[in-house]
Protein backbone atom coordinates (compact mmCIF):
# COMPACT_ATOMS: atom_id res chain seq x y z
CA UNK A 1 0.00 0.00 0.00
CA UNK A 2 2.21 2.27 0.91
CA UNK A 3 4.21 1.65 -2.72
CA UNK A 4 1.23 3.16 -4.43
CA UNK A 5 0.87 5.91 -2.16
CA UNK A 6 4.10 6.87 -2.85
CA UNK A 7 3.12 6.85 -6.57
CA UNK A 8 2.24 10.02 -8.51
CA UNK A 9 0.08 10.74 -11.63
CA UNK A 10 2.74 10.00 -14.10
CA UNK A 11 3.72 6.97 -12.47
CA UNK A 12 0.18 5.58 -13.12
CA UNK A 13 0.61 6.46 -16.38
CA UNK A 14 4.15 4.78 -17.10
CA UNK A 15 2.17 1.43 -15.70
CA UNK A 16 -1.03 1.96 -18.24
CA UNK A 17 1.91 2.55 -20.62
CA UNK A 18 4.03 -0.52 -19.59
CA UNK A 19 1.08 -2.96 -19.96
CA UNK A 20 0.11 -1.52 -23.34
CA UNK A 21 3.75 -2.23 -24.26
CA UNK A 22 3.67 -5.82 -22.83
CA UNK A 23 0.36 -6.49 -24.64
CA UNK A 24 1.65 -5.03 -27.83
CA UNK A 25 3.07 -7.81 -29.25
CA UNK A 26 1.93 -9.79 -32.76
CA UNK A 27 -0.31 -12.67 -32.49
CA UNK A 28 2.57 -15.08 -32.96
CA UNK A 29 3.44 -15.00 -28.93
CA UNK A 30 -0.69 -15.23 -28.21
CA UNK A 31 -0.13 -18.76 -30.19
CA UNK A 32 2.76 -19.15 -28.39
CA UNK A 33 0.87 -18.21 -24.97
CA UNK A 34 -2.06 -20.56 -26.07
CA UNK A 35 0.39 -23.51 -26.68
CA UNK A 36 1.87 -23.51 -23.52
CA UNK A 37 -1.34 -23.25 -21.63
CA UNK A 38 -2.49 -25.93 -23.40
CA UNK A 39 0.30 -28.68 -22.54
CA UNK A 40 -0.20 -27.57 -18.89
CA UNK A 41 -4.07 -28.35 -19.36
CA UNK A 42 -3.44 -31.71 -20.52
CA UNK A 43 -0.87 -32.94 -18.08
CA UNK A 44 -3.41 -31.02 -15.44
CA UNK A 45 -7.01 -32.10 -16.46
CA UNK A 46 -6.47 -34.76 -18.88
CA UNK A 47 -10.21 -35.47 -18.96
CA UNK A 48 -10.56 -32.35 -21.43
CA UNK A 49 -8.12 -34.42 -23.92
CA UNK A 50 -9.46 -37.58 -23.88
CA UNK A 51 -12.26 -36.58 -26.83
CA UNK A 52 -11.56 -34.76 -30.25
CA UNK A 53 -14.26 -32.61 -29.79
CA UNK A 54 -13.55 -31.52 -26.53
CA UNK A 55 -9.90 -30.90 -27.15
CA UNK A 56 -10.78 -28.36 -29.57
CA UNK A 57 -13.32 -26.77 -27.44
CA UNK A 58 -10.84 -26.43 -24.79
CA UNK A 59 -7.91 -24.94 -27.54
CA UNK A 60 -10.80 -22.71 -28.61
CA UNK A 61 -11.63 -21.39 -25.35
CA UNK A 62 -7.83 -21.09 -24.25
CA UNK A 63 -6.96 -18.83 -27.38
CA UNK A 64 -10.16 -16.88 -26.56
CA UNK A 65 -9.33 -16.24 -23.07
CA UNK A 66 -5.72 -15.27 -24.21
CA UNK A 67 -7.35 -12.61 -26.35
CA UNK A 68 -9.06 -11.18 -24.16
CA UNK A 69 -6.54 -10.95 -21.28
CA UNK A 70 -4.24 -9.46 -24.02
CA UNK A 71 -6.95 -6.71 -24.22
CA UNK A 72 -7.60 -6.31 -21.18
CA UNK A 73 -3.75 -5.46 -20.58
CA UNK A 74 -3.90 -2.82 -23.91
CA UNK A 75 -6.60 -0.65 -22.09
CA UNK A 76 -5.79 2.25 -19.87
CA UNK A 77 -9.15 1.86 -17.82
CA UNK A 78 -10.56 -1.85 -17.89
CA UNK A 79 -14.11 -1.98 -18.23
CA UNK A 80 -16.88 -3.63 -16.58
CA UNK A 81 -17.81 -6.14 -18.73
CA UNK A 82 -21.34 -8.46 -18.37
CA UNK A 83 -19.80 -10.56 -21.41
CA UNK A 84 -16.87 -11.91 -19.14
CA UNK A 85 -16.82 -15.30 -20.66
CA UNK A 86 -16.12 -15.53 -24.14
CA UNK A 87 -18.37 -17.55 -26.60
CA UNK A 88 -15.64 -20.12 -27.22
CA UNK A 89 -15.60 -20.77 -23.36
CA UNK A 90 -19.20 -21.06 -23.24
CA UNK A 91 -19.07 -23.51 -25.90
CA UNK A 92 -16.87 -25.26 -23.91
CA UNK A 93 -19.31 -25.36 -20.86
CA UNK A 94 -21.75 -26.97 -22.93
CA UNK A 95 -19.03 -29.42 -23.70
CA UNK A 96 -18.40 -30.21 -20.32
CA UNK A 97 -21.67 -30.48 -19.60
CA UNK A 98 -22.66 -32.75 -22.65
CA UNK A 99 -19.31 -34.83 -21.59
CA UNK A 100 -20.29 -35.70 -17.90
CA UNK A 101 -17.28 -33.39 -16.37
CA UNK A 102 -17.25 -32.76 -13.33
CA UNK A 103 -17.61 -28.56 -12.53
CA UNK A 104 -14.21 -28.84 -10.54
CA UNK A 105 -12.10 -30.18 -13.17
CA UNK A 106 -13.23 -26.87 -15.77
CA UNK A 107 -12.48 -24.46 -12.38
CA UNK A 108 -9.30 -26.54 -12.13
CA UNK A 109 -8.46 -25.93 -15.67
CA UNK A 110 -9.12 -22.16 -15.55
CA UNK A 111 -6.90 -21.68 -12.22
CA UNK A 112 -3.93 -23.60 -13.83
CA UNK A 113 -4.25 -21.10 -16.99
CA UNK A 114 -4.56 -18.69 -14.71
CA UNK A 115 -0.64 -19.67 -12.82
CA UNK A 116 0.78 -19.80 -16.27
CA UNK A 117 -0.17 -16.73 -17.70
CA UNK A 118 0.60 -14.43 -15.27
CA UNK A 119 3.88 -15.86 -15.01
CA UNK A 120 4.38 -15.56 -18.71
CA UNK A 121 3.00 -11.99 -18.89
CA UNK A 122 5.00 -10.86 -15.76
CA UNK A 123 8.58 -12.04 -17.64
CA UNK A 124 7.38 -9.72 -20.27
CA UNK A 125 6.60 -6.90 -18.00
CA UNK A 126 10.51 -7.31 -16.11
CA UNK A 127 11.75 -6.93 -19.62
CA UNK A 128 10.83 -3.39 -20.18
CA UNK A 129 9.62 -2.05 -16.80
CA UNK A 130 12.02 0.40 -15.13
CA UNK A 131 13.22 -1.23 -11.75
CA UNK A 132 11.60 1.60 -10.02
CA UNK A 133 8.33 1.05 -11.52
CA UNK A 134 8.34 -2.89 -11.33
CA UNK A 135 6.38 -3.98 -7.77
CA UNK A 136 3.64 -1.59 -8.61
CA UNK A 137 3.29 -2.58 -12.23
CA UNK A 138 3.51 -6.18 -11.10
CA UNK A 139 0.31 -5.63 -9.06
CA UNK A 140 -1.21 -3.94 -11.68
CA UNK A 141 -0.62 -6.68 -13.97
CA UNK A 142 -1.34 -8.91 -11.34
CA UNK A 143 -5.05 -7.36 -10.53
CA UNK A 144 -6.22 -7.31 -14.18
CA UNK A 145 -5.69 -10.90 -15.11
CA UNK A 146 -6.82 -12.11 -11.07
CA UNK A 147 -10.07 -10.04 -11.51
CA UNK A 148 -10.64 -11.08 -15.29
CA UNK A 149 -10.23 -15.08 -14.20
CA UNK A 150 -12.38 -14.53 -10.81
CA UNK A 151 -15.38 -12.69 -12.90
CA UNK A 152 -15.17 -15.77 -15.35
CA UNK A 153 -14.98 -18.49 -12.42
CA UNK A 154 -17.74 -16.78 -10.93
CA UNK A 155 -20.02 -16.74 -13.93
CA UNK A 156 -18.86 -20.65 -14.86
CA UNK A 157 -19.87 -22.06 -11.76
CA UNK A 158 -23.20 -19.94 -11.95
CA UNK A 159 -23.99 -21.11 -15.37
CA UNK A 160 -22.43 -24.59 -15.04
CA UNK A 161 -25.22 -25.09 -11.94
CA UNK A 162 -28.04 -24.04 -13.61
CA UNK A 163 -27.76 -25.97 -16.49
CA UNK A 164 -26.96 -28.82 -15.09
CA UNK A 165 -30.13 -28.49 -12.75
CA UNK A 166 -32.15 -28.64 -15.85
CA UNK A 167 -30.47 -30.52 -17.79
CA UNK A 168 -31.10 -33.12 -14.74
CA UNK A 169 -34.59 -32.08 -14.39
CA UNK A 170 -35.41 -32.96 -17.96
CA UNK A 171 -35.78 -35.65 -20.67
CA UNK A 172 -33.30 -34.82 -22.71
CA UNK A 173 -30.75 -34.46 -19.90
CA UNK A 174 -31.69 -38.06 -18.87
CA UNK A 175 -31.41 -39.59 -22.56
CA UNK A 176 -27.74 -37.77 -22.97
CA UNK A 177 -26.59 -39.35 -19.44
CA UNK A 178 -27.97 -42.39 -20.79
CA UNK A 179 -25.96 -41.78 -23.91
CA UNK A 180 -23.14 -40.95 -22.11
CA UNK A 181 -22.77 -44.48 -20.42
CA UNK A 182 -23.67 -46.16 -23.25
CA UNK A 183 -20.71 -44.37 -25.08
CA UNK A 184 -18.39 -44.82 -21.97
CA UNK A 185 -18.68 -49.21 -22.02
CA UNK A 186 -20.60 -49.25 -18.22
CA UNK A 187 -22.49 -51.93 -17.81
CA UNK A 188 -26.24 -51.62 -18.70
CA UNK A 189 -29.14 -53.05 -19.67
CA UNK A 190 -29.73 -53.00 -23.13
CA UNK A 191 -33.21 -53.97 -23.60
CA UNK A 192 -34.14 -51.26 -20.95
CA UNK A 193 -32.00 -48.64 -22.52
CA UNK A 194 -33.67 -49.42 -25.73
CA UNK A 195 -36.77 -48.53 -24.14
CA UNK A 196 -36.04 -45.56 -22.29
CA UNK A 197 -34.48 -43.94 -25.22
CA UNK A 198 -37.25 -45.48 -27.75
CA UNK A 199 -33.93 -46.33 -30.50
CA UNK A 200 -33.16 -49.67 -31.52
CA UNK A 201 -29.92 -50.05 -30.05
CA UNK A 202 -28.90 -53.77 -31.56
CA UNK A 203 -30.02 -52.63 -35.06
CA UNK A 204 -27.28 -50.87 -38.02
CA UNK A 205 -26.18 -47.51 -36.89
CA UNK A 206 -25.33 -44.11 -38.49
CA UNK A 207 -23.65 -41.70 -36.28
CA UNK A 208 -23.40 -38.17 -37.27
CA UNK A 209 -22.25 -35.04 -35.25
CA UNK A 210 -23.11 -31.36 -36.44
CA UNK A 211 -21.26 -28.24 -35.72
CA UNK A 212 -21.37 -24.44 -36.10
CA UNK A 213 -18.14 -23.40 -38.09
CA UNK A 214 -17.16 -19.62 -37.76
CA UNK A 215 -19.03 -16.48 -35.30
CA UNK A 216 -22.10 -18.17 -36.76
CA UNK A 217 -24.40 -18.21 -33.53
CA UNK A 218 -27.30 -19.35 -35.11
CA UNK A 219 -29.18 -22.09 -32.44
CA UNK A 220 -32.12 -23.52 -34.27
CA UNK A 221 -29.29 -24.38 -37.95
CA UNK A 222 -27.85 -27.39 -36.44
CA UNK A 223 -31.49 -28.80 -35.33
CA UNK A 224 -32.76 -27.64 -38.93
CA UNK A 225 -29.88 -29.55 -40.63
CA UNK A 226 -30.37 -32.62 -38.61
CA UNK A 227 -33.84 -32.64 -39.79
CA UNK A 228 -33.55 -32.50 -43.18
CA UNK A 229 -30.86 -35.55 -43.25
CA UNK A 230 -33.69 -37.43 -41.07
CA UNK A 231 -36.25 -36.59 -43.37
CA UNK A 232 -34.17 -38.16 -46.40
CA UNK A 233 -33.56 -40.72 -44.27
CA UNK A 234 -37.24 -41.80 -43.19
CA UNK A 235 -36.87 -45.65 -42.45
CA UNK A 236 -34.30 -44.90 -39.58
CA UNK A 237 -34.85 -43.69 -36.25
CA UNK A 238 -33.18 -40.55 -34.80
CA UNK A 239 -31.72 -40.18 -31.29
CA UNK A 240 -29.46 -36.80 -30.49
CA UNK A 241 -28.44 -35.47 -28.06
CA UNK A 242 -26.62 -31.78 -27.90
CA UNK A 243 -25.17 -28.60 -27.22
CA UNK A 244 -25.94 -25.27 -28.62
CA UNK A 245 -22.77 -25.34 -30.78
CA UNK A 246 -22.37 -29.57 -31.61
CA UNK A 247 -25.50 -32.02 -31.80
CA UNK A 248 -24.32 -36.05 -31.35
CA UNK A 249 -26.88 -37.70 -33.39
CA UNK A 250 -27.15 -41.44 -34.59
CA UNK A 251 -29.86 -42.74 -37.61
CA UNK A 252 -30.87 -46.41 -36.38
CA UNK A 253 -33.10 -48.90 -37.68
CA UNK A 254 -33.23 -53.16 -38.10
CA UNK A 255 -33.82 -52.93 -40.96
CA UNK A 256 -32.23 -52.23 -44.33
CA UNK A 257 -30.12 -48.63 -43.70
CA UNK A 258 -29.30 -46.72 -46.80
CA UNK A 259 -28.14 -42.86 -46.45
CA UNK A 260 -27.15 -41.92 -49.73
CA UNK A 261 -29.84 -39.31 -50.49
CA UNK A 262 -28.78 -37.45 -47.00
CA UNK A 263 -25.46 -37.65 -48.90
CA UNK A 264 -26.76 -35.61 -51.65
CA UNK A 265 -28.21 -32.56 -49.49
CA UNK A 266 -26.24 -29.44 -49.19
CA UNK A 267 -25.17 -28.33 -45.36
CA UNK A 268 -26.47 -25.01 -44.56
CA UNK A 269 -24.14 -21.95 -44.15
CA UNK A 270 -22.12 -22.01 -41.41
CA UNK A 271 -23.08 -25.70 -40.16
CA UNK A 272 -20.38 -28.43 -40.86
CA UNK A 273 -21.57 -32.57 -40.88
CA UNK A 274 -19.80 -35.26 -40.36
CA UNK A 275 -20.71 -39.06 -40.54
CA UNK A 276 -19.61 -42.71 -39.74
CA UNK A 277 -19.83 -45.80 -41.82
CA UNK A 278 -22.35 -48.38 -41.22
CA UNK A 279 -22.23 -50.48 -37.85
CA UNK A 280 -24.44 -52.81 -36.16
CA UNK A 281 -25.43 -53.61 -32.44
CA UNK A 282 -24.14 -51.78 -29.22
CA UNK A 283 -20.46 -51.81 -29.90
CA UNK A 284 -21.35 -50.18 -33.63
CA UNK A 285 -23.40 -47.23 -31.71
CA UNK A 286 -20.58 -46.87 -29.89
CA UNK A 287 -17.96 -47.13 -32.77
CA UNK A 288 -19.93 -44.61 -35.51
CA UNK A 289 -19.78 -42.11 -32.85
CA UNK A 290 -15.91 -42.88 -32.53
CA UNK A 291 -15.67 -42.50 -36.33
CA UNK A 292 -17.69 -39.41 -36.83
CA UNK A 293 -15.82 -37.56 -33.87
CA UNK A 294 -13.00 -38.40 -35.99
CA UNK A 295 -14.34 -37.17 -38.96
CA UNK A 296 -15.17 -34.26 -37.71
CA UNK A 297 -11.77 -33.59 -36.09
CA UNK A 298 -10.04 -34.11 -39.82
CA UNK A 299 -12.59 -31.52 -41.56
CA UNK A 300 -12.15 -28.81 -38.59
CA UNK A 301 -8.47 -28.95 -39.61
CA UNK A 302 -8.31 -28.80 -43.05
CA UNK A 303 -7.98 -25.77 -44.87
CA UNK A 304 -10.59 -22.77 -44.64
CA UNK A 305 -13.43 -23.59 -47.41
CA UNK A 306 -12.27 -27.38 -48.05
CA UNK A 307 -15.21 -29.56 -48.85
CA UNK A 308 -17.86 -27.12 -47.24
CA UNK A 309 -21.70 -27.52 -48.02
CA UNK A 310 -21.43 -31.23 -47.72
CA UNK A 311 -21.34 -34.24 -45.60
CA UNK A 312 -18.05 -35.26 -44.43
CA UNK A 313 -18.35 -39.13 -44.64
CA UNK A 314 -15.94 -41.88 -43.01
CA UNK A 315 -14.80 -43.66 -45.75
CA UNK A 316 -13.28 -40.62 -47.88
CA UNK A 317 -11.50 -39.46 -44.34
CA UNK A 318 -10.16 -43.18 -42.88
CA UNK A 319 -6.57 -43.69 -44.37
CA UNK A 320 -6.45 -39.92 -42.84
CA UNK A 321 -7.84 -40.92 -39.34
CA UNK A 322 -5.36 -43.35 -38.98
CA UNK A 323 -2.37 -40.45 -39.90
CA UNK A 324 -4.39 -37.90 -37.75
CA UNK A 325 -4.19 -39.69 -34.48
CA UNK A 326 -0.18 -38.98 -34.52
CA UNK A 327 0.12 -35.43 -35.80
CA UNK A 328 4.05 -34.99 -35.06
CA UNK A 329 5.01 -38.85 -36.49
CA UNK A 330 2.58 -37.60 -39.56
CA UNK A 331 4.46 -34.23 -39.89
CA UNK A 332 8.03 -36.01 -40.01
CA UNK A 333 6.89 -38.31 -42.20
CA UNK A 334 5.51 -35.69 -44.85
CA UNK A 335 8.83 -34.00 -44.09
CA UNK A 336 11.10 -36.91 -44.81
CA UNK A 337 8.72 -37.96 -48.06
CA UNK A 338 8.35 -34.64 -49.44
CA UNK A 339 11.65 -32.60 -48.18
CA UNK A 340 11.47 -28.81 -49.30
CA UNK A 341 7.76 -29.03 -50.97
CA UNK A 342 6.62 -29.88 -47.59
CA UNK A 343 7.26 -26.04 -46.79
CA UNK A 344 3.91 -24.30 -45.67
CA UNK A 345 4.65 -21.59 -48.68
CA UNK A 346 3.22 -20.81 -51.85
CA UNK A 347 5.58 -22.04 -54.06
CA UNK A 348 5.96 -25.98 -52.29
CA UNK A 349 1.99 -25.99 -52.76
CA UNK A 350 1.98 -25.17 -56.24
CA UNK A 351 4.75 -27.86 -56.54
CA UNK A 352 2.58 -30.19 -54.54
CA UNK A 353 -0.48 -29.85 -56.80
CA UNK A 354 1.81 -29.86 -59.85
CA UNK A 355 3.37 -33.39 -58.85
CA UNK A 356 -0.18 -34.57 -57.57
CA UNK A 357 -1.78 -34.17 -60.52
CA UNK A 358 1.30 -35.59 -62.64
CA UNK A 359 1.41 -38.65 -60.76
CA UNK A 360 -2.17 -39.34 -60.49
CA UNK A 361 -2.72 -38.44 -64.53
CA UNK A 362 0.19 -41.61 -64.97
CA UNK A 363 3.54 -39.38 -65.35
CA UNK A 364 1.55 -37.83 -68.36
CA UNK A 365 2.38 -33.91 -68.46
CA UNK A 366 -0.50 -33.51 -71.01
CA UNK A 367 -3.27 -35.09 -68.74
CA UNK A 368 -1.84 -32.98 -65.97
CA UNK A 369 -1.63 -29.87 -67.66
CA UNK A 370 -5.65 -30.74 -68.75
CA UNK A 371 -6.56 -31.42 -64.70
CA UNK A 372 -4.91 -28.29 -63.26
CA UNK A 373 -6.07 -26.13 -66.86
CA UNK A 374 -2.77 -24.99 -67.37
CA UNK A 375 -0.36 -25.19 -70.74
CA UNK A 376 1.50 -28.25 -70.78
CA UNK A 377 4.94 -26.48 -70.74
CA UNK A 378 3.83 -24.95 -67.62
CA UNK A 379 3.87 -28.29 -66.35
CA UNK A 380 7.18 -29.32 -67.39
CA UNK A 381 8.58 -25.86 -66.01
CA UNK A 382 6.77 -26.84 -62.43
CA UNK A 383 7.94 -30.23 -62.51
CA UNK A 384 11.71 -29.46 -62.71
CA UNK A 385 11.59 -27.67 -59.37
CA UNK A 386 11.12 -31.27 -58.46
CA UNK A 387 13.23 -33.29 -60.83
CA UNK A 388 15.26 -34.53 -57.69
CA UNK A 389 12.23 -36.33 -55.97
CA UNK A 390 11.12 -37.45 -59.27
CA UNK A 391 14.15 -38.70 -60.28
CA UNK A 392 14.11 -41.12 -57.08
CA UNK A 393 10.20 -42.14 -58.86
CA UNK A 394 11.26 -43.18 -62.25
CA UNK A 395 11.34 -47.09 -63.28
CA UNK A 396 14.23 -49.26 -62.66
CA UNK A 397 13.55 -52.84 -63.55
CA UNK A 398 16.85 -53.72 -60.90
CA UNK A 399 15.50 -51.71 -57.29
CA UNK A 400 11.41 -51.68 -58.76
CA UNK A 401 10.40 -52.61 -55.19
CA UNK A 402 12.16 -49.48 -53.45
CA UNK A 403 10.88 -47.51 -55.80
CA UNK A 404 7.37 -48.75 -55.79
CA UNK A 405 7.51 -48.09 -52.22
CA UNK A 406 8.77 -44.23 -52.47
CA UNK A 407 6.24 -43.61 -55.30
CA UNK A 408 3.57 -44.92 -52.41
CA UNK A 409 5.43 -42.40 -49.43
CA UNK A 410 5.26 -39.65 -51.59
CA UNK A 411 2.04 -40.27 -52.78
CA UNK A 412 0.71 -40.83 -49.61
CA UNK A 413 2.70 -37.43 -48.46
CA UNK A 414 0.82 -35.33 -50.93
CA UNK A 415 -2.52 -36.50 -50.00
CA UNK A 416 -1.65 -35.88 -46.16
CA UNK A 417 -0.30 -32.36 -47.06
CA UNK A 418 -3.46 -31.91 -48.99
CA UNK A 419 -5.92 -32.65 -46.79
CA UNK A 420 -4.48 -32.34 -43.24
CA UNK A 421 -2.73 -28.78 -44.43
CA UNK A 422 0.69 -27.56 -43.70
CA UNK A 423 2.17 -27.43 -41.30
CA UNK A 424 0.99 -30.38 -39.86
CA UNK A 425 1.71 -29.28 -36.56
CA UNK A 426 2.84 -25.59 -35.00
CA UNK A 427 6.17 -27.11 -34.82
CA UNK A 428 5.87 -28.49 -38.03
Same mark, same amino acid.
Given at each position: ?????????????? =?????????????????????? =???????? #??????????????????????????????????????????????????? *????? =??? =?????? $?????????????????????????????????????? $??????????????????????? %???? !????????????????????????????? !?????????????RDDEALETTLAAIHAAVP?????????????????????????? %????????????????????????????????????????????????? !??????????????????????????????????? *?????????????????????????????????? #?? $????????????????????????????????????????????????
Amino acid at each position: MAILLRMTAADVTA =IDALLRRVAADNGAALTELTGL =ILERLREA #VPEFFADEDVAFDMAAAVAANVRRVHRLLAEDAPRARSDVVAAEAGDLLQT *TLQHG =IPL =ISLLEA $YRSAQSLATDWWQRRLERDAPPRLLPAATRALHQRIVA $YIDAASVEIRTSYELERRALESS %PDGR !RAHLVRKLLSGEPLDVDAAARTLNHPLTG !RHVALVLWREGDDRDDEALETTLAAIHAAVPAARLLSTSARHRVYAWLSTHGALDVR %PALALPTAPGVRVAMSGLHAGVDGFVRAHVEATQTAAIVRDRPAGAGQG !RIAVFERFELLAFFAREREDTARFVQRALGPLAAD *TPQAARARETLWAYLAAGASATRAARRLGVHRNT #VG $YRLQAVADLLAGLQDDDANWQARATRRLEVELALLLAHELGTPLTDGA
